[in-house]
């Protein structure tokens, strides 16, 4: 009696579909090393950039005044920073885990905050603090963190151009750390939404579509999520919500 399956399809009984040659495996798996090396390298690239905005920002300072030590430490510390990330990418090596420790959020904002609060004077974008989260410590590896706090803050104030109002506001709800950048843009259009967070994804004329996706895997090694309001001339609000400890 007949099984009903072409011979072409069922071929010979009992016999495994053969696997890729041998060759061809190789050859994928070293497109995939070289696909994640390229994203990798690109990740550092874009916050090797973030980290330049202190310095640039230290330079114009200083031909206006004489001295700044407040944006000299600042300085200094994005050199630190930007140090460690060309360490970890000369290694070529995976990242490394997150190393926790308390952190407050209050005062790590306030130091992202002071990066780029020469931009926001030069574009004459109000800058507002609204934080009413108490305590506002968490378990989190602070750099890491501040990177998620750097991308969100500069599509802010680049989605503004010139003025408007960002603000930082934080809160505590249902035993989670809510820290929001709201800015006053034009909005994020709907056919954008479902790719926000997509690898290279950027409707910037000179982006690289990185910040939105190094800053959720940012978030979701701390356990953490991103959420997303925005209305057509009305703005955006990203929220980033923690676990606290």
């Known amino acids: 009696m007949s099984s009903g399956i072409p011979p072409t399809v069922a071929g010979h009984a009992g016999e495994a579909s053969p696997g890729p040659h041998p060759d061809v495996q190789q050859n994928l798996q ?14 550092i690239a874009h916050e090797i950039k973030n980290g330049l905005v202190a310095i640039n920002t230290f330079c114009q300072l200083s031909a206006e005044k004489a001295e700044s030590r407040e944006m000299a430490a600042l300085v200094q510390r994005e050199l630190n ?22 952190v407050n959020v209050h005062e790590l904002l306030d130091a992202t905050l002071g ?16 934080y009413r989260a108490a305590p506002p410590t968490v378990q989190a590896d602070e750099s890491r963190l501040q990177q998620a706090f750097m991308n969100l803050v500069l599509n802010a104030v680049e989605a503004m151009g010139q003025g408007g109002e960002l603000t930082a506001a934080t809160e505590l709800r249902e035993g989670n750390l809510r820290i929001s950048i709201r800015d006053t843009g034009a909005g994020i259009p709907p056919e954008n939404f479902g790719h926000l967070f ?21 978030v979701e090694e701390h356990r953490g999520a991103i959420e997303v309001q925005s209305h057509a001339d009305q703005g955006s609000t990203f929220c980033i919500v923690l676990p606290v400890a």
Do not use: C, W
Not at 30 to 43: E, K
Not at 115 to 130: P, S
């Open 30 to 43: 070293r497109l995939d090393r070289l696909a994640n090396l390229g994203l990798f390298s690109a990740g």
């Open 81 to 102: 920073r930007i140090d460690g990330l060309v360490t970890q990418m000369l290694r070529l090596a995976a990242p490394r885990s997150a190393m926790l420790a308390p």
């Open 115 to 130: 990066l780029l609060e020469y931009q926001m004077r030069d574009r004459a974008i109000t800058l507002r603090r609204d």
């Open 198 to 218: 997509e690898t290279f994804f950027t409707t910037k004329k000179h982006g690289t579509g990185l910040g939105l996706a190094i800053s959720r895997r940012m």
